[in-house]
């Protein structure tokens, strides 16, 4: 039985793009080429079909077309843009901190003027590791010490790359401007090495655009191509060896005799084992990016074609996709429809995430360890290329209420690794329980690429405060006082004034009406601000791909025939 497709309860009221899975459950979505970002939360049950958006602080420049990460932390790296309002092929880079809902400019590695649309990856210690878009040049952004430092140099430079890091912690890159070569770079060693010869080329010449690049759960690598072709890659028992290479099923002709290929596009592993990817019509020359885009499934084998969502009338280019902790994958392609794809079938039993340790006893706002196995998952999972990484190798906890089915994410962070495939080796991460659960019996089960691990039990016990009173404490304060019985702050945390209510109730309503008039009025100047703050960036237009629109204007505007988007 194929998958289905269906809308979104609520759309976004943006031009949805470039999406990230946020470690808590929540998922990141940019305003196509903007400053702003938004944010998805399922509903009550775990449900993102019918999740609610909110608006998110706005970053300090416009991108369109960049490298990114969700680091180990639960932060997320943006750097560069090949349009931005910081300059053409700009080297600005910033971090967001979903905790703090804020966004922190960071310098760009030493010397480099440019960063663009540069190619990246995480490494399996959690270091971001970039490509130069103009040179053979490499760094890498340490983001414990706040720190670049030079990488090692590779044969090309690194423009139009798709990089994807294997279970040997190397990272596999088909080279786009010495095609149809392919090389590694050996992350223990900081060396590049080749990894062979292509039996087929994958890279379009006129462009040197190639599409995106999956390690499947067998451990081979799923290589697709931009001219029409596709490759399999067998990584060596050695890292330092070159590995193997097969030809892949090329894409079938789409229905006017035209070939299809994959010149910079999304792809991403289903937890049932298949690629959900795309491809439209190629013609060899540099700057026809063409639509439709064609969606297919590969399940290790052969390409089989899938249903089209209603959102696929542009050229595969636009189009981002996003796993989400149910196994459903997003599908935004810049416009304010978004389409959720439930895929049929589900994982081997061998493929889960294992909890070996956890706490039987959590209370909200507290923080816990978690161990297991592959808590990273088999994959980076989330493809594309250059020009948007979004891997989603790393844990979430998902808690589910045994009586209501309510469901909430944890927020994890600090995961001991950000490799994939890690085997029987034990992992761990750190998770904080979200203030707002009942107390009860939950559910818990650690997720990865989409893919939860059998399942344990655990007790949430009530809210307990602990002096001296800071932050969260406070911010408990905020979610408890409309409710309840009068309740004051004794040496060692929240006590009820009944039964010794009569002495000091009607100071302790006062207080208490104080501290509640005091938090609408902090409600209503941050109602204030943040109309300001969507004031300012409505002021600032979205960065955009000026060949693309030129195009549009040339061809009458019709997206699903002829684009153009430059490239470096």
């Given at each position: 039985m194929?998958?289905i497709?269906?809308?979104?309860?609520?759309?976004?009221?943006?031009?949805?793009?470039?999406?990230?899975?946020?470690?808590?459950?929540?998922?990141?979505?940019?305003?196509?080429?903007?400053?702003?970002w938004?944010?998805?939360?399922?509903?009550?049950?775990?449900?993102?079909?019918?999740?609610?958006?909110?608006?998110?602080?706005?970053?300090?420049?416009?991108?369109l077309?960049?490298?990114s990460?969700?680091?180990?932390?639960?932060?997320?790296?943006?750097?560069?843009?090949?349009?931005?309002?910081?300059?053409?092929?700009?080297?600005k880079?910033?971090?967001?901190?979903p905790?703090?809902?804020?966004?922190?400019?960071?310098?760009?590695?030493?010397?480099?003027?440019?960063?663009?649309?540069?190619?990246?990856?995480?490494?399996?210690?959690?270091?971001?590791?970039?490509?130069?878009?103009?040179?053979?040049?490499?760094?890498?952004?340490?983001?414990?010490?706040?720190?670049w430092?030079?990488?090692?140099?590779?044969?090309?430079r690194?423009?139009?790359?798709?990089?994807?890091?294997?279970?040997?912690?190397?990272?596999?890159s088909?080279?786009?401007?010495?095609?149809?070569?392919?090389?590694?770079?050996?992350?223990?060693?900081?060396?590049?090495v080749?990894?062979?010869?292509?039996p087929?080329?994958?890279?379009?010449?006129?462009?040197?655009?190639?599409g995106?690049?999956?390690?499947?759960?067998?451990?081979?690598?799923?290589?697709?191509?931009?001219?029409?072709?596709?490759?399999?890659?067998?990584?060596?028992?050695?890292a330092?060896?070159?590995?193997?290479?097969?030809?892949g099923?090329?894409?079938?002709?789409?229905?006017?005799g035209?070939?299809?290929?994959?010149?910079?596009?999304?792809?991403?592993l289903?937890?049932n084992?298949?690629?959900?990817?795309?491809?439209?019509?190629?013609?060899?020359?540099?700057?026809?990016?063409?639509?439709?885009?064609?969606?297919?499934?590969?399940?290790?084998?052969s390409l089989?074609?899938?249903?089209?969502?209603?959102?696929?009338?542009?050229?595969?280019?636009?189009?981002?996709?996003?796993?989400?902790?149910?196994?459903?994958?997003l599908?935004?392609?810049g416009s304010?429809?978004?389409y959720?794809?439930?895929?049929a079938?589900?994982?081997?039993?061998?493929?889960?995430?294992?909890?070996?340790?956890?706490?039987l006893?959590?209370?909200?706002?507290?923080t816990?360890?978690l161990?297991g196995?592959?808590?990273?998952?088999?994959?980076?999972?989330?493809?594309?290329?250059?020009?948007?990484?979004?891997?989603?190798?790393?844990?979430?906890?998902?808690?589910?209420?045994?009586?209501t089915g309510?469901?909430?994410?944890?927020?994890?962070?600090?995961?001991?690794?950000?490799?994939v495939?890690?085997?029987?080796?034990?992992?761990?991460?750190?998770?904080?329980?979200?203030?707002?659960?009942?107390?009860?019996?939950?559910?818990?089960?650690?997720?990865?690429?989409?893919?939860?691990?059998?399942?344990?039990?655990?007790?949430?016990?009530?809210?307990?405060?602990?002096l001296?009173?800071?932050?969260?404490?406070v911010?408990?304060?905020?979610?408890?006082?409309?409710?309840?019985?009068?309740?004051v702050?004794?040496?060692?945390?929240?006590?009820?004034?009944?039964?010794?209510?009569p002495?000091?109730?009607?100071?302790?309503?006062?207080?208490?009406?104080?501290?509640?008039?005091?938090?609408?009025e902090?409600?209503?100047?941050?109602?204030?601000?943040?109309?300001?703050?969507?004031?300012?960036?409505?002021?600032?237009?979205?960065?955009?791909?000026?060949?693309?629109e030129?195009?549009?204007?040339?061809?009458?505007?019709?997206?699903?025939?002829?684009?153009?988007?430059?490239?470096?």
């Amino acid at each position: 039985m194929p998958g289905i497709w269906n809308p979104l309860t609520n759309e976004p009221p943006f031009a949805a793009s470039t999406m990230f899975l946020l470690t808590d459950g929540t998922v990141m979505c940019q305003e196509s080429g903007g400053m702003n970002w938004w944010k998805l939360t399922p509903d009550a049950f775990g449900d993102y079909m019918h999740g609610t958006w909110s608006a998110l602080a706005p970053m300090h420049f416009t991108r369109l077309y960049y490298a990114s990460a969700v680091l180990k932390d639960g932060r997320v790296l943006v750097a560069g843009g090949e349009y931005s309002n910081g300059g053409s092929e700009t080297n600005k880079a910033e971090i967001y901190d979903p905790a703090l809902d804020s966004w922190t400019e960071i310098a760009p590695p030493p010397g480099w003027v440019q960063i663009g649309d540069a190619s990246c990856s995480l490494l399996p210690d959690g270091r971001f590791f970039l490509g130069n878009i103009d040179d053979t040049r490499t760094a890498i952004y340490d983001p414990e010490t706040n720190l670049w430092t030079a990488g090692a140099s590779k044969d090309d430079r690194s423009s139009e790359e798709s990089w994807l890091l294997l279970p040997d912690q190397t990272i596999l890159s088909v080279e786009c401007t010495h095609h149809p070569k392919a090389e590694k770079y050996v992350a223990p060693g900081d060396i590049w090495v080749s990894a062979g010869t292509l039996p087929q080329d994958l890279v379009e010449a006129a462009s040197i655009e190639i599409g995106p690049a999956i390690l499947l759960p067998d451990g081979r690598v799923f290589n697709i191509g931009a001219t029409g072709h596709n490759a399999l890659y067998t990584p060596p028992a050695l890292a330092s060896q070159p590995g193997s290479w097969n030809r892949g099923p090329d894409f079938p002709k789409d229905a006017t005799g035209r070939t299809l290929g994959a010149k910079d596009a999304p792809a991403c592993l289903m937890p049932n084992g298949h690629v959900l990817c795309v491809a439209g019509p190629v013609t060899g020359k540099a700057n026809d990016f063409l639509g439709p885009t064609s969606f297919f499934e590969f399940d290790g084998t052969s390409l089989q074609r899938v249903q089209d969502p209603p959102n696929a009338g542009g050229p595969p280019f636009v189009g981002r996709m996003m796993l989400l902790p149910t196994g459903q994958v997003l599908f935004a392609n810049g416009s304010n429809a978004i389409y959720l794809f439930t895929p049929a079938g589900g994982p081997e039993p061998d493929w889960r995430p294992a909890i070996t340790a956890h706490p039987l006893e959590v209370r909200p706002l507290h923080t816990y360890t978690l161990h297991g196995r592959q808590l990273n998952g088999l994959s980076q999972a989330v493809g594309y290329g250059d020009d948007s990484s979004a891997a989603t190798n790393y844990p979430l906890v998902r808690l589910r209420h045994i009586h209501t089915g309510q469901v909430r994410y944890c927020r994890t962070f600090d995961h001991s690794t950000m490799g994939v495939a890690t085997g029987t080796i034990l992992h761990s991460t750190q998770f904080r329980v979200p203030l707002g659960l009942h107390a009860g019996e939950y559910e818990m089960v650690v997720v990865a690429n989409g893919i939860a691990s059998c399942p344990v039990f655990i007790c949430v016990e009530q809210f307990r405060l602990t002096l001296p009173l800071d932050e969260a404490m406070v911010n408990f304060l905020i979610g408890s006082l409309a409710d309840g019985p009068l309740w004051v702050l004794g040496p060692n945390g929240p006590v009820p004034v009944d039964p010794w209510g009569p002495e000091v109730a009607k100071e302790a309503t006062e207080a208490r009406r104080a501290v509640i008039q005091g938090l609408k009025e902090l409600q209503t100047l941050g109602a204030r601000v943040a109309k300001l703050r969507a004031k300012t960036t409505a002021m600032i237009p979205p960065s955009v791909d000026a060949e693309y629109e030129a195009a549009l204007i040339k061809t009458g505007g019709k997206k699903e025939t002829q684009t153009t988007k430059a490239r470096v």
